[in-house]
């Protein structure tokens, strides 16, 4: 187990960037789920920690020590891979025990953390079985019992539930985050899958364009992202972007979209000067009510959803989605009255994306 | 429903029919080449064109063995094709794991050059490859063979295991070296298994190609004493007559290494060219 630190970390292939200057402190026994869109550098970053690519420029140290240099095989990680590599000559006992057996570890002690490990996982029965012989889900688990035999300095996850179906990744989830728990073991964990993200992380670093864009917890990241991307990539039903412009007010800057008043903030910082500005609204906090009670939008489409229900809704023009738990009439239509607290208005400059936080 | 399956069957009748078609046309010169081995000499030109003659005998057999040269002309060949086989395989891997794992300046170059000698037709180096050999003392001897052999075997022989290294995912010898592998034991433990198919398609390809080559072993080697059996065969034919009992009967022996070697490598065998199929 270890602190990992990272500075300053660049990675180009040829010409084209991948990576452009990442800074992360990885606490020990900390869980680091590293999420964007493909093409992110996300994996680049994660391959680059375990020593599967040459860093360009910065720095890697695993606690005290600089790796830049070290060859994968010394850094003492293990690593999940998306599509599990499990060696498909070996039985699952095999699988388990190669790293141990590279390291002429006596034949009783890789018995007994090859015992160990299949135990925490589920695998006695299938010890003896070759990876072809295995479900998708199983081989998942041998892949995370690779990792598990020994005690290494952290684990890498490098997207390994994306092939398994919505059942079984949300059980893998909670058995991934339990297991890491229970050993305390430092995890750096890449994904495409917000949720994931959501759900697992101690700290999520939300990545686009080769940059970290904001490292938080998450509801941090939730509540308080920094930039437009950042509050566009995490949340489900996303959150709602409208144009808007601010007007002075009684007690602050009113809140225009269209036509229509959705509330009054402080005013914010560096606000460009034709006061344009882009609101982010999460959907489950606008409250509809009466016509009167707030701005008015008409209802376009109903998602119903089990736990609540998605609503569609047209405000001056602009679509925005509103997410509530009440349960509705299936045909609610018309003008319905829109209220958000102001504290639950998000603004943004539409040019560079970043957040305009209150003076 | 029954109709289906009257189809189906006949779908099956005619499939088979048509591979045991195939069959028999491949395998037809063999059968005759056997008939003829054991066909007495009289009864050669005498019976007409049968199956099978009215007695059989061993007697081109037994003369090929115990009154020509054919025994030494045999172990000449299979030294030659099995070291050429060796060779070409060991160098043939390297090459294709390096092809297929590495990035490096004139790779490109590389496998160009490698692909135009494949393109020129082999009669027009002989005479330059003699004059170089020649002054080696590497004509008339066995070494000078494998050499060429192995020589022009080796860029078909480095694609094919090219191929095969990149049917091999990347992520195993990389899930091996996050384990605690060196590149070399990653290789020897995770890689060269889930080559075994490769290797032993290329050696049986490299093999029989050796095997039956006849233009250098004739033109390189003009000693009997280290002509390989494809040279040997030729003296069978002589001015006046073909002796053709002792010739085909020579072509039967040597007909077993092969068949030996490729029963021993024919599991890993399919399983090897469909891969390279797929992916080559």
Redesign the interface.
């Known amino acids: 187990m270890a602190a990992i630190s990272i500075r300053a970390l660049r990675k180009s292939y040829g010409d084209v960037p991948v990576l452009r200057g990442i800074d992360l402190e990885i606490r020990d026994g900390e869980f680091v789920v590293l999420v964007g869109p493909s093409g992110c550098g996300k994996s680049t970053l994660l391959r680059l920690i375990a020593g599967l690519e040459e860093i360009t420029s910065g720095e890697i140290r695993i606690g005290e020590r600089v790796i830049n240099q070290l060859p994968a095989k010394d850094r003492d990680l293990a690593m999940v891979f998306q599509s599990y590599a499990l060696y498909p000559h070996m039985t699952v006992r095999e699988n388990m025990s190669f790293s141990l057996k590279l390291r002429r570890m006596p034949a009783a002690q890789i018995d007994a953390a090859v015992a160990g490990a299949s135990a925490k996982l589920g695998l006695q029965s299938l010890m003896e079985r070759r990876p072809r012989a295995l479900s998708g889900g199983q081989k998942q688990r041998v892949a995370m019992g690779r990792a598990l035999v020994r005690d290494p300095k952290a684990f890498l996850f490098d997207e390994p539930l994306s092939n398994l179906d919505a059942r079984l990744r949300e059980q893998m989830r909670y058995e991934i985050r339990r297991l890491q728990r229970d050993l305390g073991t430092t995890s750096i964990y890449v994904t495409h899958d917000q949720i994931e993200a959501m759900t697992m992380a101690d700290r999520i670093v939300a990545m686009n364009d080769g940059l970290a864009q904001q490292i938080g917890a998450p509801a941090e990241l939730y509540d308080n992202p920094s930039n437009l991307f950042v509050a566009g990539f995490i949340g489900s039903p996303a959150i709602n972007f409208l144009d808007a412009v601010l007007l002075e007010g009684p007690g602050g800057a009113l809140v225009m979209v269209g036509s229509e008043r959705l509330g009054t903030v402080p005013w914010p910082q560096g606000l460009p000067a034709d006061r344009r500005v882009t609101v982010g609204l999460r959907p489950e906090r606008i409250v509809m009510g009466p016509a009167s009670a707030g701005a008015p939008a008409q209802i376009d489409l109903l998602e119903p959803m089990g736990l609540g229900t998605v609503i569609h809704l047209n405000l001056a023009g602009q679509i925005l989605k509103l997410f509530t738990t009440d349960r509705l009439q299936e045909h609610c239509r018309g003008i319905v009255g829109l209220c958000v607290q102001s504290a639950d208005i998000l603004l943004f400059d539409p040019r560079s994306g970043l957040r305009l936080r209150a003076a | 429903m029954r109709s289906a399956a009257r189809a189906r069957g006949l779908y099956w009748l005619c499939h088979y029919a048509a591979l045991a078609l195939f069959v028999a046309f491949a395998l037809f010169p063999l059968f005759w080449l056997l008939k003829v081995s054991i066909t007495p000499n009289d009864l050669l030109y005498s019976e007409g064109v049968r199956l099978w003659p009215s007695h059989a005998t061993i007697a081109h057999y037994v003369s090929v063995i115990q009154h020509t040269q054919f025994p030494l002309y045999f172990r000449n060949s299979v030294i030659v094709s099995a070291t050429t086989a060796l060779l070409s395989t060991l160098i043939a891997a390297a090459a294709g794991y390096g092809f297929s794992r590495f990035r490096f300046r004139g790779k490109l170059w590389i496998l160009g050059v490698m692909l135009v000698t494949q393109m020129f037709p082999l009669v027009m180096i002989v005479a330059p490859i003699f004059r170089l050999l020649a002054p080696l003392g590497l004509t008339n001897s066995l070494s000078g063979l494998v050499l060429v052999y192995t020589a022009f075997n080796v860029p078909f022989a480095s694609f094919l295991m090219q191929s095969f290294f990149d049917g091999i ?1 990347k ?2 010898e ?9 590149r070399f ?1 990653a290789l020897r ?2 890689i060269l ?2 080559t075994l198919p490769g290797l032993a398609a290329t050696a049986g390809f490299v093999f029989t190609g050796a095997w039956s080559e006849l233009l250098f072993a004739l033109m390189l080697n003009s000693s009997s004493q280290v002509s390989t059996f494809p040279v040997g065969l030729l003296s069978f034919v002589s001015k006046f007559s073909v002796d053709f009992g002792q010739m085909m009967a020579a072509g039967v022996l040597a007909l077993i290494p092969v068949c030996a070697f490729f029963l021993l490598i024919q599991r890993h065998l399919v399983q090897g060219l469909t891969a390279g199929a797929v992916k080559g």
Do not use: K, N
Not at chain 2, 174 to 182: F, V
């Open positions: 995912p992520e195993l990389e899930a091996a070296m996050i384990d605690g592998a060196t034991q433990w995770i298994p889930l």
